[in-house]
């Protein structure tokens, strides 16, 4: 199963995206999800802001594995023209920390002759919205806990030679790496409608299991299931959650429902599902099955007109 989902509003996102960089643009600030540093970054988005310095924010870093998220700061600071900060809800000067890193992206820039126009983008449900509110110390963006609440583009000053352009959230059209599709699903970015939260959370136990030992048996106070399967360990869960259905059967689909939002909420502890290494081998695997299945494509094509002076041969005789 792959996760895909670009509802109609994401593109006109895009769209949006395309003219403001026409417009002018100094440097891009993309939000990531501290758990899923590589998932959450929108290739796409590389795309349509090419040549201009970046400042990944690695958001939610309060939720993250620390020692993670220093790998992945040290994997996006390496890259040329780009600059890595964490955030989370208890930095108490995070418009400070976004200006400072700003300005030192593009210190030709500021003043109120060429002032500084920065534009801010991310994935759905990676906590922009909230951001935004801190930034300006009121609400002035629309926040909740579901994917695809910010609709149109809005500039606000940060400062008086400081313009943030704020940018609904966007994926792409198409997820080539499954694991980000799973990782993307587990943390929220992806609408109810496009994925099985069955499938997803069986996923994220495997992971789980693998990286961090110990946290769902302590969580769930599991017992004598270390050596039973990822559907087994599902079950589990479901039946110290109450999740059970008529004749004693497991409401499978509740209880995976409680292993996501006990990832998302945290309660798991400090997690980050993917390292710097691990992503760009899904990257790399990605690329090999894209290339072969670009060469089958081709190679249907090369058979058909074949096909067809084989038949038009045919009827002449």
Same mark, same amino acid.
Not at 144 to 163: H, M, N
Not at 177 to 190: D, F, I, Q, R
């Given at each position: 199963?792959?996760?895909? #989902?670009?509802?109609?509003?994401?593109?006109?996102?895009?769209?949006?995206?395309v003219?403001?960089?026409?417009?002018?643009?100094?440097?891009?600030? =993309?939000?990531?999800?501290?758990?899923?540093?590589?998932?959450?970054?929108?290739?796409?988005? *590389?795309?349509?802001?090419?040549?201009?310095?970046?400042?990944?924010?690695?958001?939610?870093?309060?939720l993250?594995?620390?020692? &993670?998220?220093?790998? #992945?700061?040290?994997?996006?600071?390496?890259? +040329?023209?780009?600059?890595?900060?964490?955030?989370?809800?208890?930095?108490?000067?995070?418009a400070?920390?976004?200006?400072?890193?700003?300005?030192?992206?593009?210190?030709?820039?500021?003043?109120?002759?060429? +002032?500084?126009?920065?534009?801010?983008?991310?994935?759905?449900?990676?906590?922009?919205?909230?951001?935004?509110?801190?930034?300006?110390?009121?609400?002035?963006?629309k926040?909740?806990?579901?994917?695809?609440?910010?609709?149109?583009?809005?500039?606000?000053?940060? *400062?008086?030679?400081?313009?943030?352009?704020?940018?609904p959230?966007?994926l792409?059209?198409?997820?080539?790496?499954?694991?980000?599709?799973?990782?993307?699903?587990?943390?929220?970015?992806?609408? &109810?409608?496009?994925?099985?939260?069955?499938?997803?959370?069986?996923?994220?136990? @495997?992971?789980?299991?693998?990286?961090?030992?110990?946290?769902? =048996?302590?969580?769930?106070?599991?017992?004598?299931?270390?050596e039973?399967?990822?559907? *087994?360990?599902?079950?589990?869960?479901?039946?110290?959650r109450?999740?059970v259905?008529?004749?004693?059967?497991?409401?499978?689909?509740?209880?995976?429902?409680?292993?996501?939002?006990?990832?998302?909420?945290?309660?798991?502890? &400090?997690?980050?599902?993917?390292?710097? =290494?691990?992503?760009?081998? #899904?990257?790399?695997?990605? *690329?090999?099955?894209?290339? =072969? &299945?670009? @060469?089958?494509?081709?190679?249907?094509?090369?058979?058909?007109?074949?096909?067809?002076?084989?038949?038009?041969?045919?009827?002449?005789?």
């Open positions: 199963m792959s996760i895909q #989902w670009y509802p109609g509003h994401m593109h006109a996102t895009k769209k949006a995206i003219e403001r960089m026409k417009g002018g643009i100094d440097v891009v600030i =993309e939000l990531l999800d501290a758990r899923l540093p590589g998932s959450s970054a929108n290739p796409m988005l *590389a795309d349509l802001t090419r040549g201009k310095p970046a400042l990944k924010v690695l958001n939610k870093q309060d993250a594995d620390p020692d &993670r998220t220093a790998a #992945w700061l040290a994997y996006y600071n390496a890259l +040329p023209a780009t600059q890595a900060i964490g955030l989370d809800a208890s930095i108490t000067a995070p400070q920390r976004l200006t400072d890193a700003s300005r030192s992206l593009a210190p030709l820039r500021g003043g109120m002759a060429k +002032p500084l126009r920065v534009l801010i983008c991310g994935i759905p449900n990676v906590g922009k919205s909230t951001l935004i509110n801190t930034l300006v110390g009121k609400k002035a963006a926040t909740g806990d579901e994917p695809g609440i910010t609709k149109v583009e809005q500039r606000i000053s940060l *400062a008086s030679d400081f313009y943030l352009f704020d940018t959230g966007m792409w059209p198409r997820i080539a790496v499954p694991e980000s599709g799973y990782h993307l699903a587990a943390s929220g970015a992806v609408g &109810r409608n496009a994925l099985d939260e069955e499938i997803v959370a069986l996923e994220l136990l @495997q992971t789980l299991r693998a990286n961090y030992p110990g946290r769902v =048996e302590e969580r769930f106070q599991l017992k004598d299931v270390a039973l399967p990822d559907e *087994a360990w599902l079950e589990a869960i479901g039946r110290r109450g999740a259905l008529g004749g004693g059967r497991v409401n499978l689909q509740k209880a995976s429902e409680i292993l996501i939002y006990e990832f998302r909420a945290g309660g798991l502890g &400090r997690v980050t599902l993917e390292t710097p =290494e691990q992503f760009l081998q #899904w990257q790399a695997t990605a *690329a090999v099955h894209d290339a =072969e &299945r670009a @060469q089958k494509k081709a190679r249907g094509k090369r058979a058909a007109p074949e096909a067809a002076d084989s038949d038009s041969d045919s009827d002449s005789e």
